[in-house]
């Protein structure tokens, strides 16, 4: 076979049949000279608030600022313990360490890769102020039980909801818009990404976004008047403005990596790699099972146990993939100081080792992969 290159992510497919409409809204906001917050900032506001289905829509510097300053509206500090997964974007448990909380991890659940419900109950103390579930790879973590499991202890939700803009859980409700805050990234490897860095925080309730808006300027209102510490969280309109022409297409661009999966599934399922489990597929089929579960794939994640050895082999032969996440947190060096060691979260640990990231990309063909199911065939059979 005739080698071929298959980029992990082409994000040309997307940008290109846009550049012009980008490149006249781009020139509009120059013109304006409003670069910092501004309408392109208020309109991607409403718009976003209006597609996840909440109330308000805030938009911050990054995903990253979106889970820090979620934690700051709750007013999350030292002695406060928040419970989230150890398998995510480093982001996520970032964000608590630095606001002086401590990140209290829960396993994950091994086919779906989210925090495992049915664990949290029990490293609930005096101290949990939160739980922060993350909906990786575009879908959402099992929020019913972790709902009741934070009710029933009056705890915050925040939704890490950074991989998973337009997922929806099964009962049909959008990511973001399932706890009390959820938290977007606009990273451009995002399902809806910008040119740089971006992120939106939204919340149906009015005291929060009101708390948010605040914080993001450094805790100020009106302008010099400061009531509380905040920082410079800021979305600009430079960015708001490429979003917003983004944003018409993140539908379909959702439907594209999601027929790319039905593709994979196919292929693969042709081969005996699924049936004979030397390939575990992620668990899209409650897609077509009336289920209102709606993954988005930012990542199509496989799992195979010779991972490290498939992974050269395919970068080899002009495949693009990659590891998200290599080291579950738990294990970083950072978090030594947390006590954790090797077994304590097996499911994350195993995921760790196994996983793989494969281009599931809107416009990637179906040459391209079959290409790609045939080189991990070759390999492995
Ligand atoms: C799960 C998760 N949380 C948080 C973030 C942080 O987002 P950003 O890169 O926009 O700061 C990311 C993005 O990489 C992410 O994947």
Request: with cysteine; glycine share 8%; charged share 20%.
């Amino acid at each position: 076979m005739t080698t071929m290159n298959v980029p992990l992510l082409d994000l040309s497919f997307q940008n290109t049949p846009l550049r012009q409409e980008i490149t006249e809204t781009i020139s509009r906001v120059i013109q304006s000279n409003s670069f910092i917050l501004g309408s392109e900032v208020q309109g991607l506001e409403n718009r976003i608030a209006e597609y996840s289905g909440t109330k308000y829509a805030i938009g911050v510097s990054s995903g990253t600022d979106a889970l820090l300053i979620s934690l700051m509206a709750l007013d999350i500090g030292p002695g406060d313990e928040v419970i989230t997964t150890p398998f995510s974007f480093f982001a996520t448990a970032g964000a608590i360490a630095r606001l002086g909380a401590k990140p209290v991890f829960v396993d994950i659940d091994p086919i779906t890769y989210n925090i495992d419900p049915g664990k949290i109950e029990e490293k609930i103390t005096s101290k949990t102020r939160s739980i922060l579930p993350v909906h990786l790879y575009g879908q959402c973590a099992d929020s019913e039980p972790i709902l009741d499991i934070a009710k029933k202890h009056k705890l915050k939700v925040i939704e890490d909801a950074a991989q998973s803009i337009g997922a929806q859980y099964r009962d049909g409700r959008k990511a973001g818009n399932l706890g009390d805050l959820g938290c977007f990234s606009f990273f451009p490897s995002k399902n809806l990404g910008c040119f740089g860095d971006g992120g939106m925080v939204v919340t149906n309730q009015t005291e929060l976004n009101e708390k948010i808006r605040i914080l993001r300027v450094h805790g100020s209102k009106p302008k010099y008047y400061h009531s509380l510490i905040g920082g410079n969280f800021r979305l600009d309109n430079l960015q708001a403005a490429v979003l917003n022409v983004k944003l018409g297409l993140l539908e379909d661009w959702n439907e594209q990596r999601r027929e790319n999966v039905k593709m994979y599934h196919e292929l693969f399922l042709e081969s005996c790699l699924v049936k004979n489990k030397t390939v575990q597929l992620p668990a899209a089929v409650y897609a077509d099972s009336g289920v209102k579960n709606y993954h988005t794939f930012n990542q199509f994640i496989i799992r195979v146990s010779k991972r490290d050895l498939l992974l050269e082999y395919l970068r080899e032969k002009g495949i693009g993939c990659g590891i998200y996440y290599p080291v579950p947190f738990h294990l970083q060096r950072c978090f030594q100081s947390l006590g954790y060691k090797t077994g304590d979260f097996p499911e994350a640990e195993k995921a760790a080792n196994e996983t793989l990231a494969l281009p599931v990309f809107p416009g990637l063909t179906k040459d391209q992969q079959v290409y790609i199911v045939e080189q991990i065939k070759y390999f492995l059979i």
